[in-house]
C-alpha cells in the first residue's frame, strides 16, 4: 500500500540552525502539505503545495519556513533560524486532488523536531 | 475566531462497549467533516467523513453523526477493541471556499479497558 514517508523520524537541532525536513509524498499524488503538531496541542496546519507553488499559508509559516519540492520525488520543509518554540512534531501530507469531498488526504508518519 | 474543537479530553471505554466522541465546532460555513485516529508515534489516520447534506454516514464499527443546528459532530465506535485505543480528531473543511486546509480540533484520547 503506498504511503508517504517521512524522514529523519527524530532531528534535534541547536536553537538558531536550519533544519530540513523531508518528505516523500505518494506518488501520483498532486497536493502536498505541512502540519505540525506541538506535544499534546492539535495539529495545526503550515502550508499547501501545488503545481510547484503555494496554494496556501498559515500564519505560522512565516519568514523563517519555506517549503521545496527539488525534484519529482521529495517534498522538503525548511526552517531557517530554529526557534525553542518551532519543537514539534511535523507531519507531511498528500492528496491526489484538493482535499475535500471524497478526497483523502494522507499523513506520513512525522518527524520529531527538538530544539534546544 | 471560528474554531473546531472537543468536548472531552479522555474517554475510557470497557472493552466491548460502544464509544461515542463528541466534537463542536463553530464555523457554519464547513461543509465537510472528518474523523481521524492518531495512534501513539503514528500521523492522523483517516476514519470517516461527511458531508453537510447529511446528517449519519456508516463505516465498519464506525458511525459519524452531524447535528448542523447545534454545530455537532460525533463519532460512534461499536464494540471497541483494545487496537481503538488512540487520539481521536475531527476535522472540517470548507470547500465552497476552494483548497482549504484541515482545521483539526485538539483530539479526545480513547483508552480501551481490557
Known amino acids: 500500500e503506498p504511503e508517504v514517508t517521512q524522514t529523519p523520524s527524530h532531528q534535534v537541532t541547536q536553537m538558531g540552525q536550519e533544519v530540513i525536513l523531508r518528505c516523500v509524498p505518494i506518488?501520483?499524488?498532486?497536493?502536498f502539505y505541512w502540519y505540525r503538531q506541538i506535544l499534546g496541542q492539535k495539529v495545526e496546519f503550515l502550508v499547501s503545495f501545488y503545481n510547484n507553488e503555494i496554494s496556501e499559508k498559515s500564519e505560522i509559516f512565516d519568514d523563517q519556513f519555506s517549503v521545496e519540492r527539488p525534484d519529482g520525488s521529495n517534498f522538503t520543509l525548511k526552517i531557517r533560524s530554529t526557534k525553542l518554540e518551532d519543537s514539534a512534531m511535523y507531519f507531511c501530507?498528500?492528496?491526489?486532488?484538493?482535499?475535500?469531498?471524497?478526497?483523502?488526504?494522507?499523513f506520513g508518519q512525522g518527524t520529531r523536531l527538538t530544539v534546544v | 475566531g471560528e474554531s473546531v474543537g472537543l468536548h472531552l479530553p479522555t474517554l475510557s471505554v470497557q472493552e466491548g462497549d460502544n464509544s461515542i466522541i463528541n466534537c463542536a465546532y463553530s464555523n457554519s460555513a464547513s461543509d465537510y467533516f472528518i474523523w481521524y485516529k492518531q495512534e501513539s508515534g503514528k500521523g492522523p489516520q483517516f476514519i470517516i467523513d461527511i458531508r453537510s447534506n447529511m446528517d449519519k454516514r456508516q463505516g465498519q464499527r464506525v458511525t459519524v453523526l452531524l447535528n448542523k443546528t447545534v454545530k455537532h459532530l460525533s463519532l460512534q465506535i461499536a464494540a471497541t477493541q483494545p487496537g481503538d485505543s488512540a487520539v481521536y480528531f475531527c476535522a472540517e473543511i470548507t470547500c465552497s471556499s476552494g483548497n482549504t486546509p484541515l482545521v483539526f480540533g485538539k483530539g479526545t484520547r480513547l483508552s480501551v479497558i481490557a
Open positions: 506518488s501520483n499524488h498532486l497536493y
Open positions: 501530507a498528500s492528496s491526489r486532488t484538493t482535499t475535500g469531498l471524497n478526497t483523502e488526504a494522507f
